[in-house]
Each structure stands twice: as C-alpha cells, then as structure tokens.
C-alpha cells in the first residue's frame, strides 16, 4: 500500500507511536510483576518517550484525531511495527536482551517510514515522512548509546527462583 | 479511507481493565490479543458474548475480556459451556483453556462435547505442561520430557487432541501458534462461524515451566495440504503429522445439537427454594 494523503500518513504514525507506548507499559507492568524490576524500569522509560512522541505528534499534527479502520493501515499484521511482540519477551531476560529488542522495534518503525517515503512522490507529503523517519533513526541511536553503556553485568539472562524443586 | 465512527469494534472494545497476571513471554498474551481482534471481526458486542473456563494460567481469559464470563470450575469449560449454549442459543459461547484443564480432567467432558456437537468454539491454549501448579505433565507433554518433576520423563504416549475430537465428532478442528496473532484470529474467526463443535488448538508457549518452548516459532509451518471435510482422511493426516503444522484441517457438515423443545425459564429463587431443608 502506498500512502497518498497526509490524513492516513498521520493516522500511522500516531498509531506507531501509541501503541509502542502502550507495548512497553504492559510489558513494563509483566517485569515488575514478576520481579524483574531493571527491565521492568528500562520498558517503562521507553513508554515515556513513545508516549511522548505520541502526544507531539497529536499536538503539532492533530494526529490523534484521525483513526482508521483497523484493516487499513498498512502493515499486514496485528501489530504495527514498533511494537515489540509478546512472544518475544520472557521473565527472566537480561536488560541487554530488553534493549535488543527495543533496537530491533524502532528499527523496524524506521524502516516502515523510510520505505513509505521512497514511495512518496517529491513534496510535503514526502517530507514529513522522511522527517519521521529521522526521528526513529535518533531512537535507534539512543537505544545503540544505552546498549554501548551496559557492562557485562546485564548480559546474564536471571536465575529462575521459582522452579519446582529437584525430588 | 474510512475512520472510525465508520468502524464501530475494535479488538480493544473486548479487554476488560484487568492485566494480565502471566508470566512475560507466555503464549496467553497473544491468544488473548487474537482472541479480542476476532470478536471484533465477527462484529457481535461483548455484551452477546460468554467466554467460560475452567482452571489454570490459560483459564484466566474470561476475566481479561469484557464480555460475559464464567471461570469455573477445573476441566469443568466445556459443561458449563453446552449448558449455556443450550439455555441461551442467542449467544456466542467460547470455551478456553489449556491441555490440562481439557485433555486431563476435563477429558471425559471433552469427548463428549465433540460428540454432541453444540454449536461452540473451544479454544484450546496447549502448552504440554500444567502452568499454573509449576509444571506438571500434561497428556500432551512428549514422554521424554524430563524435569525435576518428573526425572527421566513420563514414558507415555502422549495424548492427541485433534484425532480423539475428529472420532469424537468435532465439526471443525484446526491448529495455530500462538507467536502468529493474526493467522490465530483468523482461525478463531473461522471457528466460530462454522457451525456446531469447534475446536481450535493453539500451541500456546509456556516459558517458565517448558522454555524450550520459545523455540516453537522456529518449528511451526502451514500444513502443506488444504483442509478437507473428509474425516477419515484429516484424521490420517493429522496422526502422521509433526505436531506444528498449523492451519485449518478439517470442516464438517454436521448439523449442531440445539433442542427444539422451549426450555421452560426458571427464576434463579424458584431452582434455590428446590434446595431448601
Ligand atoms: C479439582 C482440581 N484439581 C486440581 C486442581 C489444581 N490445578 C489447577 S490448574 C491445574 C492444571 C492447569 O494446567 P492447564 O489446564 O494445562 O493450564 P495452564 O496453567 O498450563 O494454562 C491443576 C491441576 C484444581 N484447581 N482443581
Ligand atoms: S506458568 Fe507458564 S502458562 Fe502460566 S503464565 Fe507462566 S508462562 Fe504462562
């Protein structure tokens, strides 16, 4: 699909945005619910800034206004790209695995505007486009500075406290 | 482009304010994701629909939807499900939980849920283990499979959900993993216009207890072969099979079992005054 107006481009990029927002909170809540609290902190930060984003995108664009039918955004799945899956977190993950995949999501929202502005033809349509795609590139390089920063310590995936024990 | 007053249900108008108390990573999230999203496609309000369990991580469902729900009692889904349907034809009624739940203690229910073929859908979160009580073998667990539970394994034959339901006489009987939500909605969708018994099983990864599981969305495939309403020919299939093709495998034609007799309406103080001394 080809976006062609700016209502649907605005539409997509605020439903990036909120639902990475709403991603990490829940994934946040999961981690602190099962005791993992580094990771649960660093999902909770990364809520703050997509909500962040989010609510900048509704107040220079009005982007909150302009929904569609779930059918009609572009991507061909339940999720929209920035979202990091359920399946692909787990309780016991290390803050490294977390930003991995923090990496891997706004990656993917990058790639998502960068590909929708190569289909754009020349104009402010266009520019936009590229303009988000710009932010989540400084996304991803503020997710690459946080991963540079962690020593081996976050590496280790945790011990499982809970198992059942040995008979 | 159509906006949303022209799109009156999405899959968040069937989540209810409670979150989910499963362990991150568990295939419950996406099945409840999938689950949600096709209510939203079959278009019936929450308010038309019943969502029963039983006991275990996988039984919690109901509480996290919007709709009617009843969490009942262990392996106990599928009764209080025909019983619902029967009394409340105008209903959709959907009974979900997991491999224990069914295949265990609520085996006998199921045999014969498949059998009267009441017009249910039957979502069925296997994750080869018992979750909720910390790792117990489950019917569908591979024999081999060892834990501190169970050193060296079971050394039994596992249990096979979608031979026994297609015998039994299940009228529609598919797979899915819970890792791919959208086909998963789908399916659910397609299970629940057919009509008559559904069961849709959904290899549903349990990361505490079996976190070799996670490797799952590296084995599951599309079934090479179309669905069939052939029932011979999908239990063939389905018994040679690896246990990860996913897909719809068959669809029946058998008519649903609704009694035609109006079920006399009795008031809930008239059925308490029958249990007085
Ligand atoms: C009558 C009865 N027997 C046993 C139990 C204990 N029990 C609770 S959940 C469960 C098994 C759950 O396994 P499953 O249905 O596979 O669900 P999961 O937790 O894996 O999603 C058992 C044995 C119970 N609650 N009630
Ligand atoms: S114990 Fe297993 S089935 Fe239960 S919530 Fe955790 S991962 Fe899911």
């Known amino acids: 699909m080809t976006i062609t107006d700016r209502a649907t481009l605005l539409a997509h990029a605020y439903a990036i945005e ?53 059918t009609d955004y572009s991507w061909g799945s339940l999720e929209s790209p920035e979202v990091i899956p359920f399946g692909d977190v787990h309780h016991l ?55 540079s920063r962690l020593d081996s310590s976050n590496d280790e995936e945790r011990e499982d406290m809970d198992q059942p024990m040995p008979l | 482009m159509s ?28 099945v409840l994701m999938a689950i949600t999203k096709a209510m939203a ?26 709709c009617y729900g009843f969490h009942g009692v262990h392996g106990r889904a599928l009764p209080l499900a ?3 349907k029967l009394s409340r ?24 849920a498949c059998r009267r073929n009441v017009d249910l859908t039957y979502i ?9 009580t910390k790792g117990q073998p489950s019917p569908t667990t591979p024999p081999e499979w060892d834990s501190a539970l169970v050193p060296g394994g079971t050394g039994l034959r596992p249990f096979h959900p979608l031979v026994i339901a297609l015998a039994a006489g299940a009228n529609f009987v598919a797979r899915s993993f819970s890792g791919d939500p959208a086909n ?7 299970a629940i216009r057919h009509p008559g018994f559904s069961l849709l099983e959904i290899l549903s990864p349990c990361v505490t207890f079996r976190p070799e599981e996670r490797d799952w969305a590296k084995q599951v495939h599309p079934a090479a072969v179309d669905e069939t309403s052939d029932r011979a020919r999908a239990a063939r299939r389905v018994l040679t099979d690896d246990g990860f093709n996913t897909g719809i495998l068959f669809r029946g034609d058998r008519a649903p079992y609704q009694p035609s007799v109006n079920l006399e309406v009795v008031s809930s103080v008239d059925f308490e005054t029958e249990f007085q001394p």
Request: glycine share 8%; with cysteine; proline share 4%.
């Open chain 1, 18 to 70: 909120s639902e990475a927002a709403e991603r990490y909170e829940e994934l946040a809540s999961q981690m602190h619910t099962s005791n993992n609290h580094e990771v649960g902190d660093l999902f909770s930060k990364l809520a703050e800034i997509e909500a962040k984003h989010a609510a900048e995108l509704s107040l220079e664009h009005g982007a909150a206004n302009v929904t569609l039918a779930a």
């Open chain 2, 124 to 132: 069925v979160m296997d994750n080869q283990v018992y979750g909720m």
């Open chain 2, 89 to 112: 034809p105008d209903l959709l009624v959907i009974a979900a939980g997991g491999d224990g739940d069914g295949y265990s203690i609520g085996g006998n229910h199921f045999l014969h």
């Open chain 2, 41 to 66: 496609d079959v278009g019936r309000r929450p308010e038309e629909i019943a969502v029963i369990s039983g006991i275990g991580c996988s039984s919690r469902v109901p509480a996290y939807t919007n």
């Open chain 2, 82 to 84: 025909t019983g619902l």
């Open chain 1, 93 to 147: 993950m290390s803050p490294r695995q977390a930003l991995t995949q923090a990496l891997a999501a706004e990656r993917r929202a990058r790639d998502f505007y960068e590909h929708h502005a190569a289909n754009i033809p020349e104009g402010d349509l266009r520019t936009l486009a590229t303009e988000f795609a710009a932010e989540e590139a400084e996304h991803v390089r503020m997710v690459q500075a946080w991963l």
């Open chain 2, 184 to 190: 998963t909605a789908q399916m659910i969708v397609e």
């Open chain 2, 3 to 30: 906006t949303e007053s022209a799109c009156p249900l999405t899959a968040r108008d069937y989540k209810s304010e409670l979150k989910p108390v499963w362990c991150p990573g568990c295939g419950d999230f996406s």
